[in-house]
Structure formats: structure tokens, C-alpha cells
């Protein structure tokens, strides 16, 4: 019997053609990102690059060096979660995120136990921002009497000395600082402002943040949880430690010198304290002689909402540890066989940070925050987010009939002054002017006595020139 061998083979020339070129193209994706100041960003990045080239490209458009503070967050859309999620940076985009529309938002995510230790105005200015923020969300709890000085301080930094010429009854009506905010707190507000005379808005946002960082919930990264009698509580990640909350007030505080071990296993998490050493009785001895001490094990335990949210929170002890205690990042494990999750935080520690800012030269650089610039004369108010109109503004004088075309990529802003004698900031989350659903090309009738603007989103951040000199 003879064997008969057969042999074929093929190449498909056009497909490897093909395939080697789709390889080469990179594949983009837009990510908007939406920043403190309310204003919003649109960067291109590649889907299948680590998430670290989003942050970088951030930091480069703020042009913020003391970035080590900051992050950004996605809202994670999973089944039953609606939580936000820091953007891990050393995974893509594409892993993390549900597109096709990716949203982030910058955030302070490592809040500074001393203000001061920050080099940079600018850096104190974002900080300054978030904290704004956080009041008014309700995430930063705080009294009526500490949010009307903290607010005080807000109202000096963007407007100034107290002027009772300017600063008529009701001039903080289009101002929102804290949740169901009243008339006696504005009157409050105002009492606070007059005591501010002479602080240029440096100095009104160090004072802000002086004042805010000896809040109880300053800085605390909550996360809802129950106890062991399953009562509804909150776990807050700070510099120093863990500490528990119950209905917005303090219970226990857990310091990281104390903490021996963090750990999770499914929705129970885990803190493991150092050991305590106890005296037992032997009960056998009749002249009650203490026995030998002996370490007793601390281990205490917490039900999360959902196996996620217990890894976040997890994953939020790991990154504030790291962050506040060590020198720098412990090296990645070598362990071929590991139990568990191996995640460990990536960026700097706030030593190292610390130490560059030591070791790099100061540089005074100006920067204009979300101002309000005013006409003495005609107390014309304006207030911008960034515009991508560049060139001479008409005199209102000229506005009567008057149509222009702004371009934008954010929801503009509406600013008003009527008789171009009062001016409004109609405000929303805190900071920022009231946000309108407009078309991404929207045309605006600029009409004499009522003149509306819409404002876009922002790369100019300088203050406006009087009507008179434009």
C-alpha cells in the first residue's frame, strides 16, 4: 500500500496588507472633561494607550504642577452603582469607562491635611474651588455660622472689598454657597464680608482653606457601610486614618498607626488593628495574681452595599496610606502565585512631591481665576468662562441691534445687566454661573437696556475692559 502524501497552503496578501495598516492608524477617542471652574475641555486620546495620557494632557492644559492632589473621575453606570470612580492610570480608558461618550471630572482626590504645605497659589486656588463645592453638594457638612465665614471669604475673594455704595441689599441673591441657603444667611454672609477689608483674593482663599480644613469632614472620602448590628454608617478614608460616621457625626476614629492590616472578602470588609496586650485573672489563683499578658487580636468588621463598592473602598485605603505615610510607592509584588487583588497606588507620595516643590525654583507666575471684572461708572459686571471669540467687543452703545454668533463647547453662560447698572451672576453647584441647554451654535440678540451674553467655553480667563474702552 502506498501513502500518498497531499500538501497545500495559502496567503492571503491583501488581508495581511490591510491588517498591518489598521495596526499603524490609531484609534482615537474624545473625552470630555469637565473642571472645577465648570468649564469643559475636549481631548483626543488613543483607546487602547494606558489612562495616564488623558491625565497628562489635563495637567498640561491647566499647566499645574503640583498635580500629585488632583485626578479624575467617571461615573460608573454598572447595574445598581452610580458611584464616581477614579480613573485608574495605568489601565485604558476603553476598560474602565462605557463609552461611546466619555465624561470625566476633575477633582481633588489627596486633600492636603495643612493648606500651607502647597507651594503654589494655583494649586490653593483649585483646592479652593473644590471645597466650594463640596459645601455646597452637602458632601462637606459643616454650621451655619462656620459656612456664612467660609462663604464670606468666597464673596471677598471673587468680589472684593465690602463697598456699601456698590454692595446694595440683595447683592448675594445670585450667589448659591450651601443647600436651602436663606435670607438671614446671605445678611450673615454680608455681616462676615465687611470684616474682610484689604485681603486680595489670595489671601481671602488661604484664609477659606484655613478655616475649612478644621472641619470634621474635611477631606473624607465617604462610603456607606453597616455596622456588626447592621446600623447604617459611613467609612471615611482621610490622611490620617479611617474614621466612622453616624448621621454626620463622628463615632470612631481609627489612625493609621494603628492599623495593622486592611482587607475585603466579598461586601465584608476588614480592619485589623494593632495588638493590645491584656492582663487575664486566673481565676484559680485564690490572692487574684495577674497571669502572663498575652496580645489579644482586634479584628473588626463592616458590610459594604456591593462587592464594588467594598473594593473601592479598599482600593481608596491603599491610595491614602500610600500617599500620606510612605516615602514612596512599595515596588509591585514578584509573586508568580498571589491570593487577592494586586492593585497597589501608581503616582507619587505626597513626601516626594514635597520634595520637588523643595527642589525646584520658585517661579511667581500670574493666573486669572473666574473673576468678575467691574465698570466703576457703569457697574457693568461680566464674568467669563472662556471664550473662543478673540476680538474687540462692541460698546453697548452699539449692541441695539446687534446679533452675534458665539461658538462653544460647553452649555453657555448667561450674564445680564439691565441699564447696565446692576449686574446678577445666576449661579449653579456653587461656582459657576447658571448653565442654559443651548445648541452647540447659538445666536444671541444683544438688545440696549437688557443685554444677555453668552459665554463659552474657556480660554480666556483675563478681566474684561470697561465698555468705555473697548
Not at 461611546?100 to 491635611?113: A, I, M, N, Q
Not at 475649612?212 to 478614608?237: C, F, P, T, W
Request: glycine fraction near 4%; charge should be neutral.
Amino acid at each position: 500500500m502506498s501513502l500518498r502524501l497531499v500538501s497545500s497552503g495559502s496567503y492571503n496578501v491583501r488581508a495581511s496588507e490591510m491588517a498591518h495598516l489598521q495596526d499603524r492608524t490609531p484609534k482615537c477617542v474624545n473625552c470630555a472633561v469637565h473642571f472645577l471652574d465648570d468649564t469643559v475641555e475636549t481631548f483626543e486620546v488613543d483607546k487602547r494607550g494606558k489612562s495616564q495620557q488623558l491625565l497628562d494632557k489635563v495637567f498640561e492644559h491647566l499647566e499645574l504642577v503640583e498635580k500629585d492632589y488632583f485626578g479624575l473621575q467617571y461615573l460608573d453606570l454598572a447595574p445598581g452603582d452610580d458611584t464616581l470612580r477614579w480613573l485608574d492610570p495605568l489601565k485604558t480608558i476603553k476598560k474602565q469607562c462605557r463609552g461611546p461618550t466619555y465624561e470625566f471630572y476633575f477633582r481633588v482626590k489627596f486633600y492636603v491635611s495643612d493648606p500651607s504645605k502647597l507651594a503654589e497659589e494655583y494649586t490653593r486656588y483649585h483646592f479652593f474651588l473644590q471645597v466650594k463645592r463640596d459645601i455646597l453638594s452637602g458632601k462637606l457638612v459643616c454650621t451655619e455660622t462656620n459656612a456664612a465665614v467660609l462663604a464670606s471669604y468666597a464673596v471677598q475673594s471673587e468680589l472684593g472689598d465690602f463697598n456699601p455704595e456698590e454692595h446694595k441689599d440683595g447683592y448675594l441673591n445670585g450667589f448659591l454657597f450651601i443647600p436651602e441657603q436663606s435670607e438671614d444667611f446671605e445678611k450673615l454672609v454680608t455681616e462676615n464680608h465687611k470684616q474682610h477689608r484689604g485681603y486680595t483674593p489670595a489671601d481671602a482663599e488661604s484664609s477659606f482653606l484655613e478655616r475649612a480644613k478644621r472641619l470634621e469632614m474635611y477631606g473624607v472620602d465617604l462610603h456607606n457601610a453597616r455596622d456588626q448590628s447592621n446600623i447604617d454608617i459611613q467609612l471615611g478614608v482621610t490622611s490620617a486614618g479611617l474614621v466612622v460616621f453616624q448621621a454626620n457625626v463622628k463615632i470612631n476614629t481609627f489612625s493609621w498607626a494603628k492599623i495593622v492590616k486592611i482587607s475585603f472578602k466579598r461586601k465584608q470588609f476588614f480592619i485589623q488593628l494593632r495588638r493590645e496586650v491584656a492582663d487575664n485573672i486566673d481565676d484559680s489563683d485564690a490572692k487574684g495574681e495577674k497571669a502572663q499578658s498575652e496580645p489579644v487580636e482586634n479584628l473588626i468588621g463592616f458590610n459594604m452595599v456591593s462587592y464594588r463598592s467594598c473594593k473601592n473602598l479598599w482600593k481608596s485605603c491603599v491610595e491614602h496610606h500610600t500617599f500620606f505615610r510612605l516615602h514612596q510607592p512599595n515596588p509591585p509584588s514578584k509573586k508568580i502565585f498571589s491570593v487577592g487583588s494586586k492593585f497597589r497606588y501608581s503616582g507619587r507620595t505626597e513626601f516626594q512631591t514635597l520634595e520637588e516643590s523643595k527642589r525646584r525654583a520658585k517661579i511667581e507666575r500670574s493666573f486669572s481665576r473666574l473673576v468678575i471684572a467691574r465698570d466703576v461708572d457703569a457697574l457693568c459686571l461680566m464674568a467669563v468662562l472662556s471664550v473662543s471669540y478673540r476680538g474687540v467687543l462692541p460698546q453697548p452703545s452699539d449692541l441695539q441691534e446687534t446679533y452675534v454668533t458665539w461658538q462653544y463647547s460647553l452649555s453657555p453662560t448667561v450674564v445680564s445687566y439691565p441699564n447696565h447698572r446692576t449686574c446678577r451672576r445666576l449661579m449653579s453647584h456653587g461656582s459657576t454661573l447658571c448653565l442654559l441647554p443651548w445648541s452647540h451654535t447659538q445666536t444671541i440678540g444683544l438688545r440696549g437696556d437688557l443685554c444677555h451674553m453668552a459665554v463659552l467655553s474657556v480660554s480666556y480667563r483675563g478681566l474684561i475692559p470697561k465698555p468705555s474702552d473697548l
